[in-house]
C-alpha cells in the first residue's frame, strides 16, 4: 500500500470485502472506512466543462488535453475489433483480459484527472459547479465517427469522483442545467448558436468577444450558480487557446 491508503486505515474501518478478478487471477481486499469531513463551505464558483478534446476544462485555468487519452481508447477498440473478428476461444479469454485492462486504465486516469483538479481549488473560499448530465446521450448529436468514442467515455463517472474527492476536503459541489452553456456569451449574455465557431473558437456575433470555447463553456455554469446571469469581466483573447494549467501527465498504474 501507498502512504495515501494507509493514512485512510488509521480511520475506523466498517466493513471489508475479499474479491478475486478473473481477468488478472489476482486477489484484491476492498476496505471501507468511515471519515470525518469538514463542512462544506464556499463562496466562488468554479465552473466545470467535461468533454472529449479537452477532457475537463475549469473556469479556474485548469485544463486537461483529452487527445492523448482519445488515441489510447482507440487503440484499445481496434484490438477488441481483431478479437471480436476472430471468434475463437482463445480470442473471448483475450477480450476477457482486454475488458479488465481497460477498465484499470480508464479508473485510473480517472482518478488522476479528478484528484488533479480538487488540488487546484481553495478549500472555504471555491465551490464546484458542474452541468447536470441526465440524458446527455440522446441531447447531443455527434458526426457519425465520433459517436462511439462519445456514447462510450464516462462522463458522469468522471463528475462522481470529483464530487467525493471535493467533499473529503470540504468543498461543496452544486449541479446546474445545460442550457446554452455553450452558445451564451458570458461577457454579454448574447445566445446565439453562431457564437459557437468551431470546436475551439467562441466568437459572439453581438459584442465581439472571442476566447476559447471550452472556457466559455466552463465560465457559464459558474455565472449560473450565482443565482441569475449577470456580465462578467472575461478578458478578450485572439486566439483560440489561452495560458492554462495543465494536469500532470496521465500514467497507468
Known amino acids: 500500500m501507498g502512504d495515501y491508503q494507509q493514512e485512510l486505515l488509521k480511520n475506523p474501518v466498517r466493513d471489508a470485502k475479499l474479491v478475486y478478478r478473473r481477468d488478472c487471477r ?15 463551505s464556499g463562496s466562488n464558483p468554479v465552473g466545470v466543462d467535461i468533454g ?18 482519445e488515441h489510447r481508447r482507440r487503440h484499445f477498440r481496434k484490438l477488441r475489433s ?13 477480450l476477457k483480459r482486454l475488458a479488465g485492462r481497460e477498465r484499470r ?12 483538479f480538487v488540488n487546484s481549488l481553495v478549500a472555504g473560499r471555491d465551490f464546484v459547479v458542474m452541468e447536470r448530465l441526465d440524458g446527455i ?43 446554452y ?5 458570458p461577457r454579454c449574455g448574447t445566445i446565439d448558436k453562431r457564437n459557437r465557431r468551431s470546436q475551439a473558437l467562441f466568437r459572439c456575433v453581438s459584442c465581439g468577444f472571442q476566447h476559447n470555447a471550452d472556457y466559455v463553456a466552463s465560465v457559464n455554469p459558474s455565472v449560473r450558480a450565482r443565482g441569475g446571469w449577470a456580465p462578467v469581466n472575461v478578458p478578450n483573447v485572439g ?6 494549467l495543465q494536469a500532470p501527465p496521465v500514467r497507468e498504474g
Not at 481483431?82 to 483475450?94: D, E, F, I, M
Open 82 to 94: 481483431s478479437l471480436q473478428s476472430k471468434g475463437t476461444s482463445s480470442a473471448k479469454r483475450k
Open 26 to 40: 489476482e486477489f484484491y481486499l476492498h476496505i471501507t472506512v468511515l471519515m470525518k469531513i469538514p463542512e462544506p
Open 137 to 179: 446521450r440522446q441531447r447531443c448529436k455527434q458526426r457519425k465517427e465520433q459517436r462511439a468514442t462519445f456514447h462510450s467515455w464516462a462522463f458522469r463517472r468522471l463528475q462522481q469522483m470529483i464530487e467525493y474527492k471535493c467533499l473529503e476536503r470540504g468543498i461543496p459541489v452544486v449541479y446546474v442545467e445545460p442550457n
Open 52 to 69: 472529449i478534446n479537452k477532457l475537463l476544462v475549469a473556469s479556474n485555468g485548469f485544463s486537461v488535453n483529452g487527445k492523448p487519452i
Open 239 to 244: 486566439v483560440p487557446h489561452w495560458n492554462h
Open 181 to 185: 452553456t455553450s452558445q451564451r456569451c
Open 105 to 116: 486504465w480508464v479508473n485510473t486516469v480517472l482518478h488522476q484527472v479528478s484528484r488533479a
